[in-house]
Structures are given as structure tokens and as C-alpha cells.
């Protein structure tokens, strides 16, 4: 089973800095890694898919990298509403799927 | 626009079966190109993949729970469902359906959830 590792467990930070986060594989799943975002309440919403990828809809500030084992999230300024948690999701045994435990992001 | 709604009991005792259904609306649920998943979140924690589906009926499914979880597909009705047998309270969770694109190897669409308490 691959495991995902996210850091920082929480990010603080405040509006309009830069919010770089992390999520490493156990082992390669080549570029096949997606990133969510949480809301209190709400059920996640796909924001970037193959690494890179911004799905439908997400704004250009979200941005994705990474191949391998390596991979990172980056919101380039935090807007009020990007304050939540965020998971990354291997898809490289898709349809077999894994989370990484998740990073909040909250206001500093 | 496609839409995915959960249904099922709320509580659900121990030693007894929990069974959802995720009604997709605005679609087909037999056009081909997408899997059909479930995925639970514990109470302030993080997500987990349960299992999903294709339209014709082949299941993948979280090797952690294989043995207590069947997931099956109802075409003439557009909907799936997921059957979990022997719940104690550690499945006490809100769970979710999904679409996931072929293309995208991702969960694209999700139902809002719906908490199940499993309790006596």
C-alpha cells in the first residue's frame, strides 16, 4: 500500500502570502496525484489531478508540481477563502485510492 | 450538471449492516469513462477511499475493509450502493459517493455526505 506523508500538519498564515505544501509517496506514483480542498461541513472539492493539472473551475493561484515520490501544492496568495484543509490523493493504483492525512491551512 | 446524493439510515447498531445509496442525477450513471467510489471521513480526521464501482458491475474496493464492504450498481435506477456488514462505533463516520474520471484519476464530483452513527 503506498502511503502519503503531508506537511505541515497546519500552516499558518495570513491573507495574501504565499502557502506551499507538501506531500511525499512512499514510493513513485509517477504524476498520478490529485490535491483536495475541505471546508468545514462541506464535502472535498478536486483542485488539481496528474500533478499539475487544475481541475474545472479552480483559479490559476492553485498551482500543482511534482512527479515521483515528491509533490507540492501552491497557492500563490491566500485569498479568505482558501483557509481549510487540504489533502493529496494518489491515483497511481487507481482505482485503488490513498490520502495523505491532510494540511490546514489557517489564518495567522 | 451532474449531481450525487446519499440516502441511507443515520443509525446503524453495532454488529448490524450499514447500507447507503448514492442516487446521481443529471447523468448516466452507464456512460462509460467514469468509476463510482465510496469514501468515509471520521470525525476530525481525514478521508478514506471505501471502494468503488464501474456501470457493468466490477468493484475495487480498500483491502482494510474488503472482507465486511460489497458495493453494487443499479443501472435502471442510476444509482449505487455500498453495504458494509459487522459495523462497530470505529465506522461512525460521514460518507460520500463520488465520480471518478478515467481521465483524471480523481474524484471530480461528490455527494454532501451523510453522517452515520453507529450505536446501540
Known amino acids: 500500500e503506498i502511503v502519503l506523508t503531508q506537511s505541515p500538519a497546519t500552516l499558518s498564515l495570513s491573507p495574501g502570502e504565499r502557502a506551499t505544501l507538501s506531500c511525499r509517496a512512499s514510493q513513485s506514483v509517477s504524476s498520478y496525484l490529485a490535491w483536495y480542498q475541505q471546508k468545514p461541513g462541506q464535502a472535498p472539492r478536486l483542485l488539481i489531478y496528474?500533478?499539475?493539472n487544475r481541475a474545472t473551475g479552480i483559479p490559476a493561484r492553485f498551482s500543482g508540481s511534482g512527479s515521483g515520490t515528491d509533490f507540492t501544492l501552491t497557492i500563490s496568495s491566500l485569498e479568505p477563502e482558501d483557509f481549510a484543509v487540504y489533502y493529496c490523493?494518489?491515483?497511481?493504483?487507481?482505482?485503488?485510492?490513498?490520502f495523505g492525512g491532510g494540511t490546514k491551512v489557517e489564518i495567522k | 450538471q451532474v449531481q450525487l446524493q446519499e440516502s441511507g439510515p443515520g443509525l446503524v447498531k453495532p454488529s448490524q449492516t450499514l447500507s447507503l445509496t448514492c442516487t446521481v442525477s443529471g447523468g448516466s450513471i452507464s456512460i462509460g469513462g467514469y468509476h463510482w467510489s465510496w469514501i468515509r471521513q471520521h470525525p476530525g480526521k481525514g478521508l478514506e477511499w471505501i471502494g468503488s464501482i464501474y456501470y457493468s458491475g466490477s468493484t475495487y474496493y480498500n483491502p482494510s475493509l474488503k472482507s465486511r464492504v460489497i458495493i453494487s450498481v443499479d443501472t435502471s435506477k442510476n444509482q449505487f450502493s455500498l453495504m458494509m456488514n459487522s459495523v462497530t462505533a470505529a465506522d461512525t463516520a460521514v460518507y460520500y459517493c463520488?465520480?471518478?474520471?478515467?481521465?483524471?484519476?480523481?474524484?471530480?464530483?461528490w455527494g454532501q455526505g451523510t453522517m452515520v452513527t453507529v450505536s446501540s
Open positions: 496528474d500533478a499539475s
Open positions: 490523493q494518489q491515483c497511481s493504483d487507481w482505482p485503488l485510492l490513498t
Open positions: 463520488a465520480r471518478d474520471p478515467y481521465i483524471m484519476r480523481a474524484s471530480d464530483m
